[in-house]
């Protein structure tokens, strides 16, 4: 079975500080990979995805993920942090099981990233 | 254009009655999930519909049905509420098959008292 880990619940980072929240993984075949972010009282928005290729990933906002196969890691990063940048980010692996129709995802417990001014 | 849209926004049941949500896709988009997430946690999948089909089920007891109609919206049914199914109720759609990225709807909070 596919699973995703956060092991920080909080990270806390002074603005304009470079940010990373981490990510591992566990997939049974080739690891499909998605970083979200979300708003209070908001869904989830997409920021980024590893399917294949570079092992850099750039996305939304600035945002931007290092993907690590040896290390099964997928930690999302951001060169310079943005107090609108707070938010709860939910790293996910897409879970096969077979076909291709949809989006069918495992997500990991969620960190909260919170930018100070 | 409208995104993923869902109603209500908040929802408050008695344990033992039954809840449907409600779900409007994306526009062009002709695959509908829901997910649960409760307070803390990550979202969970409950189920995945295509066509009209219930194609993909997470580890959701048969209280949890769901259905899509011919324009691609879909309803979460659930029966005989719990406790426990107090959760943000979380949609997403997306448009045809492949490694793809969701779009999520603002989620229905759902209170059991």
């Known amino acids: 079975a596919q699973s995703v880990a956060q092991p920080e619940d909080q990270v806390n980072v002074a603005e304009g500080n470079p940010l990373t929240v981490k990510c591992t993984y566990s997939?049974?075949?080739?690891?499909?990979l998605f970083w979200y972010v979300q708003y209070p009282n908001r869904g989830l928005q997409f920021l980024l995805k590893?399917?294949?290729?570079?092992?850099l990933v750039k996305g939304s906002y600035g945002f931007e993920a290092e993907f690590n196969k040896s290390q099964t890691s997928f930690h999302l990063k951001k060169p310079s942090a943005l107090v609108s940048d707070s938010a709860l980010y939910f790293c996910?692996?897409?879970?096969?099981?077979?076909?291709?129709?949809?989006?069918?995802?495992?997500f990991g417990p969620g960190t909260r990233l919170s930018v100070l001014p | 254009d409208a995104g993923v849209t869902q109603s209500p926004t908040h929802l408050i049941k008695t344990r033992g009655q039954q809840v449907t949500l409600r779900c409007s896709p994306k526009?062009?988009?002709?695959?509908v999930s829901w997910y649960q997430q409760a307070l803390g946690q990550g979202p969970q999948f409950i189920f995945q519909?295509?066509?009209?089909?219930?194609?993909q089920r997470g580890n959701f007891p048969d209280r949890f049905s769901g259905h899509q109609f011919p324009n691609y919206s879909s309803e979460l049914n659930v029966n005989a509420l719990l406790l426990g199914d107090s959760a943000l109720y979380l949609c997403?759609?997306?448009?045809?098959?492949?490694?793809?990225?969701?779009?999520f709807g603002q989620g229905t909070r759902l209170t059991v008292v």
């Open positions: 997403a759609s997306s448009h045809g098959t492949g490694i793809i990225e969701a779009f």
């Open positions: 996910a692996v897409r879970d096969i099981n077979g076909d291709n129709y949809g989006q069918n995802f495992v």
């Open positions: 519909y295509y066509e009209e089909e219930e194609r």
């Open positions: 997939v049974s075949g080739n690891p499909y």
């Open positions: 526009s062009g988009h002709d695959t």
């Open positions: 590893y399917i294949t290729g570079d092992n």
